[in-house]
Nanobody, 115 residues
Framework: QVKLVESGGGLVQPGGSLRLSCAASGSIFSGNTWGWYRQAPGKEREWVAT???????NYADSVKGRFTISRDNAKNTVYLQMNSLKPEDTAVYYC?????????WGQGTQVTVSS
């Protein structure tokens, strides 16, 4: 079993930055993949970014060049650095962890981009 706890969300003005964190506890194994997803009001949950165990990253086109996903294996923590935030980035952001057939989700953290 794996528990994920996100933090770092909040209210930020357009153009600002936030850094989300997701700390994992429980049975963490190598060869895993971490990801961030988001869900805006009235919309489906969408993929934002992924980082694999070897450090390879992928981003949705909507955030490419503005967001950076990283991981600290020693701390079992993944981060999402969000720069140049836009109002359309407003959403609940969810951390995702997968290993083999097992997947886990965090409870989500609210990010609001507004002036």
């Amino acid at each position: 079993q794996v528990k994920l706890v996100e933090s770092g969300g909040g209210l930020v003005q357009p153009g600002g930055s936030l850094r989300l964190s997701c700390a994992a506890s429980g049975s963490i194994f190598s060869g895993n993949t971490w990801g961030w997803y988001r869900q805006a009001p009235g919309k489906e949950r969408e993929w934002v970014a992924t980082i694999t165990s070897d450090g390879s990253t992928n981003y949705a086109d909507s955030v490419k060049g503005r967001f950076t996903i990283s991981r600290d294996n020693a701390k079992n923590t993944v981060y999402l650095q969000m720069n140049s935030l836009k109002p359309e980035d407003t959403a609940v952001y969810y951390c995702h962890y997968s290993w083999g057939p097992y997947t886990y989700w965090g409870q989500g953290t609210q990010v609001t981009v507004s002036s």
